[in-house]
């Protein structure tokens, strides 16, 4: 975080203590900044984080999947693969 140069000195700390109560959830960090968790710390400077986890491939701006579209998804993966393996099968014939 010190490497982004939107925490400053003043705010490491208390940024970092934040950091380890979200688990490192880059996303959930940002949003307790924006919403004055660390007092004093200004909504442009969490900002400024968010653009640096972005660039470092913390977090992206895509939505994240729900449970259903994760579930949705893997089945349509293990179709595929069965497909796959059905046309290897015919092959080996």
Do not use: C, H, W
Not at 20 to 27: I, L, M, S, T
Not at 43 to 66: H, V
Not at 69 to 86: F, N, P, S, T, Y
């Amino acid at each position: 975080m010190r490497d982004s140069g939107a925490v400053s000195d003043a705010f490491i700390d208390k940024v970092e203590e934040l950091r380890q109560a979200v688990q490192g959830d880059a996303r959930q960090l940002i949003e307790d900044l924006q919403n004055g968790k660390v007092t004093g710390f200004r909504k442009n400077k969490a900002e400024d984080l968010r653009t640096y986890f972005e660039e470092q491939g913390l977090i992206t701006r895509e939505t994240p999947l729900d449970e259903e579209m994760i579930q949705a998804r893997v089945l349509a993966a293990d179709v595929r693969e069965g497909e796959k393996e059905r046309v290897r099968e015919g092959e080996r014939k």
